[in-house]
């Protein structure tokens, strides 16, 4: 799609100038003129807003600096130029301070001094843009955190035994994907998806999460849901953001031995085989309704034991080396309520 041209206002009493300004413009941008300040506010004012604004200094009626200044009020990132005569340049001087203009060209402006402002005004305001966008996208990503942790604090909250669980399967998670060089998009993608990788136990009765003996086989049945229903909760995020994906996988196992589809080796999203191993070596390192802590080093014997089997090789090679080699300890988290 081809960027839509930069809107351009002249606004000038001269009519024969803004006639000549219009003829050398218009195939570049654009194109708007007014007569006076009046005039140039009321094009002005219903928007879309626009690129950049060229405005005489002497008019009749409110003068260029005067009108440069409210168009600045009604759309402060326009950038402004001011077009003046030699006898007004402390006018001018005092505008560009007082930070209304942007450039002032003297008159008669000679036709490449134009262009060259006007280039130089329209980058100026991609800049502008550029930077206000990711303002905003930064502002964004802070609320998509907030709502992420959130959401991930709600599922514990129903399970005493679960809390901080999903925190520290990211950390794992994130260091180990990190070993093995994801993208930083992947990473952002993982670090969601392993915050909310049990977010399908919403559904679970919190009787069935927290009860210490061994559960029936239809109690069971209805906690394995949980991977599906976690899918079905974050499905709408779309295939930019395979979260849902990861979640739907993460008790899969390499072998076709997992749930709930039994998908096997390449079947199975990168991410979610790397959640699986974090999740196992967590969950056999906190204490369990049914029984306690069975502690790291059993943990790590069980994803030795399934390495290339239930569980991808890569993965569980780096996951030891983490926790053998390079000191990795699961953060300590608080509880947020
Ligand atoms: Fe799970």
């Known amino acids: 799609m081809s960027q839509p041209k930069a809107r351009v206002l002249f606004v000038d009493d001269d009519a024969n ?46 003068d260029g600096i005067q009108f440069l200044a409210q168009a600045a009020e009604l759309y402060p990132d326009t950038v402004r130029i001011l077009l003046t005569g030699f006898a007004d ?74 809390a901080g669980h999903q925190s520290r399967v990211a950390a794992l998670t994130l260091a180990m994907a ?4 994801f993208s930083a ?22 009787d069935f999460l927290n009860r210490p003996g061994v559960l029936r086989d239809e109690e069971f049945s209805v906690i394995k849901m949980h991977p599906e229903v976690g899918y079905g909760i974050l499905k709408n995020l779309g295939e930019d953001w395979p979260v849902a994906i990861i979640i739907r996988q993460h008790h899969e196992r390499m072998d076709g031995s997992g749930y709930p589809h039994g998908l096997s080796g390449a079947d199975i999203d990168k991410g979610a085989r790397l959640i699986a191993v974090a999740d196992v070596v967590d969950a056999m390192c906190s204490h369990r309704p049914y029984r306690p802590s069975l502690g790291i080093e059993a ?39």
């Open 17 to 62: 100038l803004l006639d000549s300004m219009r003829r050398q413009f218009v195939g570049e941008y654009e194109v708007h003129s007014a007569q006076n300040a009046a005039e140039a506010l009321e094009i002005l004012a219903p928007g879309p807003p626009f690129t950049v604004l060229v405005s005489d200094l002497r008019m009749p009626g409110m």
């Open 89 to 162: 340049l402390n006018n001018a001087v005092e505008a560009v301070n007082q930070g209304f203009i942007f450039r002032f060209l003297s008159k008669p402006c000679p036709p490449e001094a134009l262009d060259k402002a006007l280039a130089e005004a329209v980058r100026q305001h991609g800049l502008v843009e550029a930077q206000r966008e990711n303002y905003s996208l930064k502002r964004f990503k802070r609320l998509l955190e907030g709502i992420v942790d959130g959401f991930s604090a709600l599922v514990e909250a129903r399970d005493p035994y679960l």
């Open 178 to 181: 990190r070993k093995l060089k």
């Open 185 to 206: 998009d992947d990473l952002e993608i993982l670090r969601i998806a392993a915050l909310l990788h049990d977010i399908g136990k919403i559904y679970v009765p919190a």
């Open 299 to 337: 943990a790590l014997a069980e994803i030795e034991k399934g390495c290339g089997v239930r569980y991808e090789e890569r993965a569980v090679e780096v996951c030891l080396r983490l926790f053998r080699e390079e000191g990795f300890q699961f953060p300590t988290v608080e509880n947020p309520f």
